[in-house]
């Protein structure tokens, strides 16, 4: 089992739609959570992080957290084209130093 | 610019020949990451260092990879006698402590030829 799970995708929604993304993790030591996005050809950039089980809003972007289910999501409202790109989850086990553990991403397509 | 600084962006380098890659962590930064994305693969963790010290290289290969952080000047991930599969973008990333957020730098992009 891998120890974060993303659904590869391509997810495809439209302009102006709720794109949701998920990520589940299999070590319950996991301790910090984290959303990144990479466009094609460039590096990671970070979009959100979570700590503590619940909801956390930025902008057009949510993330929530159940420890108990061991998964993590994301919320893009009212999508734009310009965020089409690879979204990353990414986790921090706890005692396992700061490396971030990553998922394979998963390809989100804005159709206007 | 404040933000995390890798130089060369794109290198190439013929099999057998030696590899530096350079990173300068963002101001106020102390911990330093590499990461290897290799073509249609996910993100992997290479090393960890602060000032000085190799954290943690759990993600490194035994051989020809190699990874300094000193007092003074950038970071560097070594890697000697290239071979094809090393092939591929090499992030650095840093962050102010342990468990904190991580920002990445624009990486170099490796070609083996």
């Known amino acids: 089992q891998k120890e974060v ?5 391509p997810l495809s929604v439209p302009e102006g739609a709720i794109a949701s993304l998920n990520c589940t993790y299999s070590d319950r030591g996991s ?3 984290f959303w990144y996005r990479q466009y094609s050809g ?3 950039e970070l979009i959100m992080s979570i700590y503590s089980n619940g909801d956390k809003e930025d902008g057009r972007f949510t993330a929530q957290l159940n420890k108990a289910s061991q998964y993590v ?3 893009i409202r009212d999508s734009q084209p310009s965020d089409s790109a690879t979204y990353l989850c990414a986790v921090i086990i706890y005692n396992q130093g700061g490396k971030l553990i990553f998922g394979q991403g998963t390809e989100l397509s804005v159709k206007p | 610019n404040a933000g995390v600084m890798q130089n060369p962006r794109h290198l190439v380098r013929r099999r057998g020949q030696e590899a530096r890659l350079r990173c300068s962590p963002m101001k106020g930064h102390s911990h330093v990451y590499w990461y290897r994305q290799l073509p249609e693969e996910g993100l992997k963790f290479m090393v960890y260092l602060q000032k000085e010290n190799i954290i943690d290289e759990s993600g490194m290969p035994k051989e020809r990879f190699s ?16 071979v094809r599969g090393d092939s591929a973008a090499y992030f650095c990333a840093s962050s102010a402590g342990t468990g904190g957020e991580q920002y990445f730098g624009p990486g170099t992009r490796l070609t083996v030829t």
């Not at chain 2, 990874?67 to 290239?82: D, H, N, T, W």
């Open chain 1, 5 to 9: 799970e993303q659904n590869s995708g």
């Open chain 1, 31 to 33: 301790q910090s959570f």
């Open chain 1, 42 to 44: 460039k590096s990671p």
């Open chain 1, 73 to 75: 999501s994301l919320l």
């Open chain 2, 67 to 82: 990874a300094e952080f000193p007092k003074e000047g950038p970071s560097i991930l070594r890697i000697q006698q290239v």
